[in-house]
Every structure is written in structure tokens, then in C-alpha cells.
């Protein structure tokens, strides 16, 4: 084979370990041998962590119920997603669901979070008139792709900082090794990225917030080692988590299609921070 | 991993009180309405694997190899498919049927692994049927995949023939352009698209003066 190879590809089949490997191994490593878990009372203060951000809720789970398998990272890249070899927090840079399996393993405590906003009418009504257009040209769209990320980017970086404060909290509590897994592909190098890069610069777990226009960190560009190694974290999805069945064993519903959600006029995401 | 890990997993669809077999049933009929020649469900079980893929497709034995994204070695790997083949029940085949202007017919996987597809590749006339067939295979996938998804059976995963013919030429050494569209085809992934087909009913080879492209979708 003499053509040139993307190096995604080659990561792909080499398996080499990327930044979310070593998140998890640091924070297995750190936590050691102990097998304390958060006492009732924690676990509670940790919930009002998260709601404390505006999170909708939050609930505490047993990571038997938490459901992992190779073909939800399967849809990831067949067909390839917009950001399958692009984001250092995707595939195939994150952990294969077996290597995930194996870090959850350290684990028997974890905490669901779930954000929610209302919908703009505007947005509602675009979802409307293209929900019968195919999705792999419609993302290409910069009106589409302009009101989805206006929309949904504010929730994904307030789901971002919930999964951030229910694990910074277990932290405090001595769980040294809780690690947080948000949804979706990284957006900390997004132009929505703004507002929460400066709250990272400022209690130092980023460099400067940079042009408010984005010039300088959007998008996520995996040529060049991640601005924000303490802060990025994995999707539940990127890591092979089958987010409906693991909500479902939570109580809690996800349904499809998406476009479900219109009615109520409401967009959801959740997150997952393994506690100890 | 083998198949799921966690306790209380249930099928991989979103409303657990879904009416799976008429949901199929009609994933069936709507594949047919998008242009399949005809469709035919069968158990995931039913879906042959060659025991020689894994080692043809990465043997370097094609002089074309390494010039798709969606073929080997570049694509997944056949003992990377049969893991994820493990976990699903259910599988819809799907068949388009195209005149074929050479004596012999054609039929996806009967010849040996994709030289076939790189030989009818070359030939204008061939081509100029086979490359309108394969769309309209991958137009119908496409849509079953969408389908399932919208009722709930969120890891359904489609796949077509013969190499992606969604670009000109597919550049390897970047990210592929085609995102949510490109995918493999079943002989890439290391089906025995024959015994599949077989399998379902259907003969293994297209008669005289036909082509037969056949794709499925896993549903759950």
C-alpha cells in the first residue's frame, strides 16, 4: 500500500493512546486501591452541586447498570461522524469500549447529570421544515450549522460545567479518582467556547481565553497537543457507553428520533462522572 | 468485549415496549419503496462470515489496496465486525438488480474479494450500469439506517458493495469528506455475501446479463 494514510487512520489501526487514556489512568492511579464510596450524604451534596450550576438533575447509579459496548463507537466512524479523526476527545483517539470497560471496572459509583434548555422558536421551526432532508447535507449548511451550534453549543457547555462541579466536588470529599464524561465532541475549542475558556484561564486550567471571534481555537485541532488537558473530557458515546440503556437502567428515558423533543419544546444532555 | 456489559442490558431500542417485528416488517417494505429490487429479513446469526477475510483483506494480494477509506486495510477490520455482529438479533437484506451488458451475469462476492469490483471498475460499459446500481444501493441503506434510527433502533448500521463510490477519487491521506454517508461494503467488512444470500433464499450468483448488488442493514 504506497498511498499516503491519515494519521486517524493509522491511530485507528495501532490503537495508540490519546488524551482520554491517560485522564482515566491518571485518575485510577491517583485513586489507588481505595474502595470508599460517597456516603448517602455525599452523594447528596453532590447532587446539589450539580443543580447548584442549573443542572436539571442529577442521580446517583451503580456502574453495573452503567451499559457499555464496541458498537455504540461502531457509529462513530460507519458511517464516519463529522468529527470521527478530528476531535482528540472522539474516535479513535478516545478508549475503545473494552479499554473503557476496563478503567469503569475501578469504579462502583457514579452520578448521572442532565441539563436542559427551551428551544427558540426559530430553531424549532428550522428542525421542522429540514427533518426530512438528509442530515449528511444538511450539516454542511452554515444557516443550519449556525442555529444549531447557537443553540445547543450554551447547553453543552452547561452540561460540561455540572459533569466539572460534581466531579471537582467528589474531589474535595477525597474521591480523588472521580473523572467526569460529558456528551457529544468536545466544544471547549468552539467560538461558543468563549465565556467557559475565560472561567478556565482564570482558576488556571487553560491558557488565555484567546479572540472572542474564535480565530484562535476553533476548531478542535488534533495536529496540535489539546490547549485544555485538565478541563476536555470524553462524551459517554465516545467511550462506548450505550447512553439509552443506561439511562433507562437509571429510570430516566431517552427517546428518538431527536425530533421528539420538539413538542415540548425542549433540548436535553447528559453527562456521567464516575465518582469512586 | 463480548457482546454488552452491564446487568438489566435489554435490546438496543429507545421504547422498549417497540413492536419489533412489525417495525422490521416494514423496514422490509419500505426498502422496496426506495428503490431495493427486493429486500429480506434474517436473523444476524444468518450473516456468513469468509474465515479467509481477515487475513485476504489485509494480505496486500490487490494491486488496488489502500486507495479507499471504506475498504481494507483501511476499513474496519473483518474480526472487528464479527465482535459487533455478536450483538444484533436482526438484519434486513437488500437487493438491487440492474441489466448487466455482458454475457455472464455478476453478483457481488461471487468471484473472490473486490477484484471483481476494481475489473468492472475499469470497463466504461460495465460501469455505466454497475456505478447507477450501486448508488441507488446506497441510497436505499442510507435510508433504512435513517429509518431504523428514527423509530428507536439507535445502533442500526448499514452496509453496501463494492468500494465507496461517493467520490472520484478517494484521497486516503485525509479524513474522509463524506461524513454520515461513506461506509464499507459487506466483502470489505469480510461477509460472505453468497452464503448470505443463500442464506435469506436468495441464489447465490445474478443470472446471465444481470448485476446483483446486495447491502444490509443490521437493525438490532
Redesign the interface.
Known amino acids: 500500500m504506497d498511498a499516503p494514510v491519515h494519521v486517524a487512520y493509522d491511530r485507528a489501526r495501532n490503537r495508540a493512546k490519546g488524551l482520554a487514556h491517560r485522564l482515566f489512568e491518571e485518575r485510577i492511579a491517583a485513586k489507588g486501591a481505595s474502595r470508599d464510596v460517597p456516603s448517602p450524604e455525599q452523594l447528596r451534596s453532590l447532587q446539589e452541586a450539580a443543580l447548584a450550576t442549573g443542572a436539571l438533575r442529577a442521580t446517583s447509579i451503580p456502574t453495573s447498570s452503567v451499559v457499555v459496548e464496541e458498537r455504540v463507537t461502531m457509529k462513530c466512524h460507519i458511517p464516519p461522524c463529522e468529527v470521527f479523526g478530528r476531535n482528540h476527545l472522539c474516535p479513535p483517539y478516545s478508549p475503545t469500549a473494552t479499554e473503557f470497560a476496563a478503567y469503569l471496572a475501578d469504579y462502583e459509583v457514579g452520578m448521572l447529570v442532565q441539563v436542559q434548555d427551551r428551544l427558540p422558536e426559530g430553531f424549532k421551526d428550522l428542525v421542522r421544515e429540514t427533518d426530512g432532508e438528509w442530515y449528511c447535507q444538511l450539516f454542511r449548511e452554515k444557516d443550519w450549522e449556525r442555529a444549531y451550534a447557537g443553540t445547543m453549543m450554551p447547553l453543552w457547555h452547561r452540561l460540561h460545567l455540572a459533569v466539572m462541579a460534581v466531579e471537582g466536588g467528589a474531589q474535595e470529599l477525597g474521591y480523588s479518582g472521580a473523572v467526569g464524561l460529558a456528551g457529544s465532541d468536545c466544544g471547549l475549542c468552539s467560538i461558543e467556547g468563549y465565556a467557559e475558556r475565560r472561567v478556565l484561564h482564570q482558576v488556571g486550567l487553560g491558557p488565555p481565553a484567546g479572540d472572542v471571534e474564535g480565530t484562535v481555537f476553533t476548531p478542535c485541532d488534533v495536529s496540535q497537543p489539546c490547549p485544555f488537558p485538565e478541563a476536555a473530557r470524553p462524551a459517554m458515546e465516545a467511550v462506548g457507553i450505550d447512553v439509552v440503556r443506561t439511562l433507562r437502567n437509571a429510570g430516566w428515558e431517552l427517546r428518538f428520533p431527536a425530533t421528539s423533543y420538539l413538542d415540548e419544546g425542549v433540548a436535553q444532555w447528559t453527562g456521567l462522572v464516575l465518582l469512586a | ?1 463480548d ?8 435490546l ?1 431500542v ?3 415496549d417497540a413492536d419489533v417485528e412489525g417495525d422490521v416488517a416494514g423496514f422490509a417494505a419500505c426498502g422496496v419503496e426506495r428503490g431495493a429490487t427486493r429486500t429480506a429479513i434474517v436473523a444476524a446469526e444468518a450473516v456468513a462470515l469468509d474465515p479467509g477475510a481477515p487475513e485476504n483483506a489485509h494480505r ?1 494480494s490487490c494491486s488496488c ?3 479507499n ?1 471504506m475498504s481494507p ?2 476499513s ?2 473483518p474480526t ?1 465486525f464479527a ?2 455482529l455478536v ?2 438479533r436482526t438484519a434486513l437484506l437488500a437487493e438491487v438488480v440492474a441489466p448487466f451488458p455482458a454475457e455472464d451475469g455478476w453478483a457481488q462476492g461471487g468471484l473472490g474479494w473486490r477484484c471483481e469490483w476494481r475489473r468492472i471498475r475499469s470497463d466504461p460499459a460495465l460501469w455505466s450500469v454497475v456505478l447507477p446500481a450501486w448508488r441507488r444501493l446506497h441510497e436505499v441503506t ?1 435510508w433504512l439506517e ?1 429509518e431504523c ?4 433502533y ?2 442500526a ?1 448499514g ?1 453496501g458493495a463494492g468500494d465507496c463510490e461517493l467520490c472520484e477519487v478517494c484521497v ?5 469528506v ?7 461494503s459487506l466483502e470489505a467488512l469480510g461477509v460472505d455475501v453468497r452464503r448470505t444470500r443463500e442464506a435469506a433464499g436468495w441464489s447465490g450468483s445474478a443470472p446471465p446479463g444481470q448485476v446483483s448488488l446486495s447491502g444490509i442493514v443490521l437493525i438490532l
Open positions: 468485549m457482546g454488552a456489559r452491564a446487568v438489566g442490558v435489554s438496543a429507545s421504547d422498549p496486500g489496496e489502500g486507495l477509506l486495510p483501511l474496519a477490520h472487528e465482535g459487533w450483538s444484533y442510507m435513517r434510527m428514527r423509530r428507536g439507535y445502533l448500521v452496509f486516503t491521506s485525509e479524513l474522509c463524506e461524513p454520515y454517508a461513506a461506509r464499507p
